[in-house]
C-alpha cells in the first residue's frame, strides 16, 4: 500500500513564506516525478510545480520566481517552498507521485495553505 503525507501548511501573511514537504512510503519504487497541485474554493484542481527524476521543472505561471520544487527519489520526498506569498495562492495544495511501474499517480490528502493579513 503506497502511502502520500503532506505537511508544512497554515497560514501565512502577504508576502511570507512556507515550505510544503511530500513524503511517500509504501510500495512505490522507480519515482519518475512528484509534482504539486491546488485547489482554491470554488475552482478545479490546477497543477503548480513538477519535478522530474533528471531534474527537469515545470511551473504555473502565476507562481514562477516565488516558487521552488525539490525532490530527492531516493528518499521519495519533495518540498515546494512558496515566497512571497499572495492571497491569491491560498489553497489546498496536493502532492502527486507519479512511478513508473504505476498506471495512475499516487495523491495525498492535502495541506491548507492560508495567505491573510
Known amino acids: 500500500q503506497v502511502r502520500i503525507v503532506e505537511s508544512g501548511g497554515g497560514l501565512a501573511q502577504p508576502g511570507g513564506s512556507l515550505r510544503l514537504s511530500c513524503v511517500a512510503s509504501g510500495s512505490v519504487f522507480s519515482i519518475t516525478n512528484m509534482a504539486w497541485h491546488r485547489r482554491a474554493p470554488g475552482k478545479s484542481r490546477e497543477l503548480v510545480a513538477l519535478?522530474?527524476?533528471?531534474?527537469?521543472?515545470e511551473y504555473l505561471d502565476s507562481v514562477k520566481g516565488r516558487f521552488t520544487i525539490s525532490m530527492d527519489a531516493d528518499k521519495k520526498t519533495a518540498a515546494l517552498q512558496m515566497n512571497s506569498l499572495k492571497p491569491e495562492d491560498t489553497a489546498l495544495y496536493f502532492c502527486s507521485v507519479r512511478a513508473s511501474d504505476a498506471l495512475s499517480p499516487y495523491w495525498g490528502q492535502g495541506t491548507q495553505v492560508t495567505v491573510s493579513s
Open positions: 519535478v522530474t527524476e533528471s531534474g527537469t521543472t
